[in-house]
């Protein structure tokens, strides 16, 4: 075996310890589930425990993943904020299907949202509750295209930053809330002798429950 896959596979995965999770007393939203799971992570300490992982693939097929900040998760969906001009932003806007990817190895969890992406629009007020830094950050603009060195970005920012301390109002109209409204929520635990998955489905029924439950073979 190579030094490298020796040493990958020496890598530990998990904590010995882990919570359990009971499929017969899920709750019956998976909002429910996943908010629980959240503020565990966050309780035991978890850096950015708000960053997911957002999958997309572009009209050609072309599939392109990054992380993201959950911003707010209400009827709409799971949040995110960005530039209408990103990459991204593009991507969805030909192809709203997306999915995202929560991790947390201290719990051994992993929560997997797939659906539909709706671009719900920019609003001033909220892009003006955002840090000075970030504000700055979004209104150099340019997000993924070529940058021909750090001087150009350190001047594009010192300019920037002039503007927003002289017009502390200044607002990026192309910085947008998305929600990713989900058709399926996984969630993944770590456990021994097997892993336990639970899949919620979103039910198009109204007849029957809103969401419809599944174990997954791990
Ligand atoms: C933890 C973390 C959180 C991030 N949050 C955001 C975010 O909320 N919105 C955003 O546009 N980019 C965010 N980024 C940057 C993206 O990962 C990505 O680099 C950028 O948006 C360009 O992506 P694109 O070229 O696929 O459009 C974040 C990066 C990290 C590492």
Do not use: C
């Not at 503020?39 to 599939?63: C, E, F, I, R, S």
């Not at 990459?87 to 051994?108: D, E, Y």
């Not at 295209?145 to 607002?171: C, F, K, S």
Request: proline share 9%; charged share 25%; hydrophobic share 45%.
């Amino acid at each position: 075996m190579s030094d490298l896959r020796a040493r990958l596979r020496a890598l530990p995965t998990f904590p010995a310890d882990l919570p359990a999770l009971d499929p017969g007393a899920a709750p019956d939203d998976p909002v429910v589930l996943f908010l629980r799971w959240l503020a565990d992570a966050a309780a035991g300490g978890a850096p950015a425990p708000h960053a997911m992982v957002l999958a997309t693939a572009d009209a050609d097929g072309h599939v392109s993943a990054r992380n993201v900040l959950l911003t707010d998760l209400d009827d709409d969906g799971w949040h995110f904020s960005t530039h209408r001009s990103s990459p991204k932003a593009a991507a969805l806007a030909a192809n709203p299907r997306a999915a995202l990817t929560f991790f947390w190895p201290a719990h051994g969890r992993q929560v997997r949202v797939a659906g539909v992406v709706r671009d719900l629009g920019a609003e001033d007020s909220v892009f003006l509750t955002r840090s000075e830094a970030s504000r700055v950050g979004t209104l150099v603009g340019h997000q993924s295209e070529q940058l021909p060195g750090l001087d150009e970005y350190a001047t594009a920012y010192a300019r920037t930053e002039e503007r927003v301390h002289a017009e502390p109002g200044l607002v990026d109209p192309d910085w947008a809330d998305h929600a990713l409204r989900p058709e399926t929520v996984e969630f993944f635990q770590a456990a021994r002798p097997g892993n336990i998955r639970l899949r919620y489905r979103a039910g198009h029924d109204p007849r029957r429950p809103a969401w419809l439950t599944e174990l997954l073979w791990p």
